[in-house]
């Protein structure tokens, strides 16, 4: 592999670029997960999950990827049969979704059109007319990753109780967590699905479960088979601090570092931030003269977005030019508009000039690979972070007298 100077440009929606300090902090020696040292990391990094998740419940951590969180889920609340509701917002609800069907959940998927979140008021009049309450559960991705459209979990909570149906709310939250506003204790919700390798800018390797006390009750009688994702050997063995298994102990040390790098920042500098590069990247999106997936102003993604490319132009044509002239990986299309959008990752450890570099690269890859577009999304984009207005250039000849 040929040398590439400079840092390589991880824009993808995860995972997403980690950052010295959290590098650093992996890199030490591994310890005895059942020593004495390692019970001050584990009660470290499962406190710290709280104040992130925003809630007083406990936070189970495995060693895996979002999708064994997923599974972790779905395991420990659910029985085969039960009745779920789901909503076909993206890739991501289609695949959790499968996942729901395959353990043998009775899955109704509402279809959707990849524009928009989930409707509350559809998820209020479902509820309502289940009188017999079959229902069991109701499961939602905060952020759709395929699509840059994000729910408004605290309505479709607000919908749950108006309906005054018991189903559990479970919400997915792997590429939300730590960069959108996020409160698993306030809103209510019984799981929250997340993972390590995007809001939180660790590698890949961690999955999370905040688990709501009813959620633990639901976890007391159901009837899934479960051994590796039992919650009720992590939470016994974490209240020492420790894991029923071997934890991966190296990203234990990485999550104590992001959690204290995102309490220094502040949670609500980081949601802030997360907006603005949000915004200025629709800016961005709308000088080229693309179109942003997302339809509802309401539902915009702040740790990504999705750009439908022109009729008759290849989204992964463009990535690959850009990946190949200005190496920047941009996110493919997945499941039903592959090829047809490509997605900015403007989440974790970023910054304004990074995100200029980003659309920059995109700018420039638009040009390289004859897509048609308007010049001038770079600088739309300055404009709208730099909310100050320019000082008019001096004349030079002025200037020299
Ligand atoms: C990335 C992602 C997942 C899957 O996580 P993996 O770690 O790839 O298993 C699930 N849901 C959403 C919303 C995601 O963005």
Not at 52 to 70: E, K, L, R
Request: one cysteine or more; aromatic letters at 6%.
């Amino acid at each position: 592999m040929k040398h590439r100077p400079g840092r390589h440009f991880l824009q993808i929606p995860g995972p997403t670029n980690v950052p010295d300090r959290v590098l650093r902090a992996i890199d030490r020696p591994t310890i005895d997960h059942r020593g004495p040292d390692f019970a001050l990391l584990g009660k470290e990094v499962l406190e710290g999950c709280r104040a992130i998740f925003q809630t007083s419940d406990p936070v189970i951590i495995f060693p895996s990827s979002g999708t064994g969180a997923w599974e972790a889920c779905i395991v420990n609340t659910l029985s085969p049969g039960d009745k779920v509701l789901a909503f076909e917002t993206g890739q991501f609800a289609v695949l959790w979704q499968a996942m729901g069907k395959r353990l043998g959940l009775d899955v109704e998927f509402v279809p959707g059109d990849w524009r928009h979140g989930v409707d509350p008021a559809q998820v209020e009049a479902r509820l309502v007319e289940d009188h017999a309450h079959t229902i069991k559960a109701v499961m939602v991705v905060h952020n759709e990753t395929s699509t840059g459209v994000t729910s408004r979990i605290p309505e479709i909570r607000k919908a749950i109780d108006n309906a005054r149906h018991p189903a559990l709310l479970l919400v997915d939250t792997v590429s939300s967590l730590a960069s959108i506003e996020y409160k698993h204790g306030e809103w209510g919700v019984d799981v929250t699905v997340s993972g390590s390798q995007k809001g939180l800018m660790l590698p890949p390797g961690l999955g999370f479960n905040a688990v709501s006390k009813k959620a633990i009750a639901a976890s007391k009688t159901n009837r899934m088979t479960r051994s590796y994702w039992d919650w009720d050997e992590m939470l016994k063995a974490n209240v020492s601090g420790y894991f029923p298994y071997t934890p991966a102990t190296n990203l234990l040390y990485g999550l104590r570092e992001a959690i204290a790098m995102l309490m220094e920042e502040g949670l609500q500098e980081v949601f802030a931030r997360h907006r603005r590069h949000g915004e200025a990247t629709r800016a961005a999106v709308q000088c080229w003269g693309l179109e942003v997936l997302a339809l509802d102003p309401r539902e915009y993604s702040s740790s990504l977005t999705a750009v439908i490319m022109p009729q008759g132009h290849d989204a992964d044509h463009f990535r690959n030019i850009a990946l190949d002239k200005y190496d920047i990986s941009l996110g493919t299309g997945l499941g039903k508009v592959k090829g047809k959008v490509f997605r900015i990752g403007h989440l974790g450890d970023f910054n304004d000039l990074m995100l200029i570099g980003s659309l920059g690269g995109v700018e420039m890859g638009l040009r390289a690979a004859g897509v048609p577009h308007n010049a001038g999304g770079v600088q739309a984009a300055m404009d709208s972070l730099s909310k100050e207005s320019v000082p008019t250039p001096v004349n030079q000849v002025t200037a020299v007298r």
